[in-house]
């Protein structure tokens, strides 16, 4: 059978080819660059770190972890959180050779090397009953705080351990609008631009307030969604309920990126909020919303890039980190898995990142251990 060709036919089907094939290079070239692989963060484990603690001490649960401004990392641990096997060498009589509380406030270095350790009761000031949180500004100053029952204040100290100020009481706590006494607060930010600090108020309160970082005077407080707090009881968190129009309890992180916007971890209810500083609210997002139990938004670390590009998110109660895109909170990327081998977690309970793109996490519970992971991909070029 002779073959029926159609003249003209082939040139112009590769003509049209070629015409929708320029039409897609250039579609492509206008359209907004996305990030490939290598640009998102990803890390590996440093097992090594940080390196033996001196004296025989040893950590309880971790409630805190930052990194300030020469890179070097603080932690803020738990000593009366420790079993009495793990503090064995402190009993009356000795139970066993290992070990002794470090007290609780420990820095280190990139490295693993630990520079300073102080914290406890004192001279001028009332200690916490269980140390929550901690921040160091670019002032030298660091800021503790703490979640027993009566934990209704911050602390402010050098970074060798002197009382700088205390804002609030260790007394019982006077509701989520007095301006005076805090609720059991769990993290604070500083805005250095400002001088103010912020306090994600907390376990016991259903807000974030601002005070004066000097001064430690009242500024502005204010609840989900920008509106006034309230501390009405609460029916327990369901994911099919709609969603709550306060803060539930804890709300446990507050972070502020360079462009102003405000992140806030309402932990409970599975959310971040977002809000301009003067409490304006602007958007929130969810997170694994079929999550009961404590919640599956625990802290967010900023990433360092000129853009802050991503936010990391830790998840205490499916221990793991997810890697957000900070414009539109969309999950890019994760680690970790429950599970007490380097790089797993059991409720991981704070995470920050220094300037290289290292990631140090705090665990609680039985967890009670930092860790760090080191930066493998592209995301800081």
């Known amino acids: 059978m002779t073959p029926i060709r159609s003249r003209g036919l082939l040139p112009r089907a590769v003509a049209a080819l070629a015409l929708f094939a320029t039409i897609w290079i250039v579609a492509v070239a206008l359209s907004p660059r996305t990030a490939q692989a290598s640009e998102i963060p990803s890390f590996a484990v440093d097992a090594a770190w940080p390196k033996p603690l001196p004296n025989n001490w040893i950590l309880g649960q971790v409630g805190g972890i930052t990194v300030d401004a020469q890179g ?109 006494q805090l609720g059991k607060p769990a993290e604070t930010a500083i ?77 409970i209810n599975d959310r971040i909020q977002v809000f301009r ?32 590009t991503y936010l990391l998110s830790a998840d205490g109660e499916n221990n793991e980190i997810r890697v957000l895109n900070r414009q539109d909170g969309t999950v890019v990327g994760s680690f970790g898995h429950n599970g007490r081998n380097a790089g797993q977690f059991h409720w991981v309970h704070a995470i920050a990142a220094d300037a290289k793109g290292n990631v140090y996490t705090a665990e609680v519970d039985t967890g009670k251990r930092i860790q760090k992971f080191k930066l493998i991909s592209d995301a800081l070029r």
């Open 72 to 180: 070097h990392i603080w932690m803020i641990h738990r000593p009366r959180s420790l079993t009495d096997d793990e503090k064995g060498a402190v009993l009356t009589p000795p139970r066993s050779k290992c070990c002794v509380p470090a007290p609780p406030v420990l820095e280190f270095d990139t490295d693993g090397n630990l520079l300073r350790a102080w914290g406890g009761p004192g001279e001028g000031y009332e200690w916490v009953g269980r140390e929550h949180g901690i921040e160091v500004d670019d002032k030298g100053f660091v800021w503790i705080g703490g979640n027993a029952d009566n934990d209704n204040a911050i602390l402010k100290f050098t970074l060798d351990g002197k009382f700088v100020m205390q804002i609030g009481k260790i007394a019982p706590s006077k509701g989520s609008n007095d301006t005076t």
């Open 277 to 308: 500083k003067d409490g304006s609210f602007v958007k929130e997002w969810f997170y694994e919303k079929n999550t009961l139990g404590a919640g599956a938004v625990w802290d967010i670390a900023i990433w360092p890039d000129p853009k802050q």
């Open 191 to 267: 805005d250095k631009d400002a001088n103010e600090i912020y306090v994600a108020d907390g376990y016991g309160n259903r807000r974030v307030i601002v005070f004066d970082a000097t001064t430690g005077a009242y500024k502005r407080h204010w609840g989900a969604y920008g509106n006034p707090p309230n501390d009405d009881k609460q029916a327990a968190y369901d994911p099919k309920a709609p969603v709550s129009q306060q803060f539930g309890n804890p709300v446990h992180c507050v972070k502020i990126a360079n462009d102003g916007l405000v992140y806030v971890c309402d932990r």
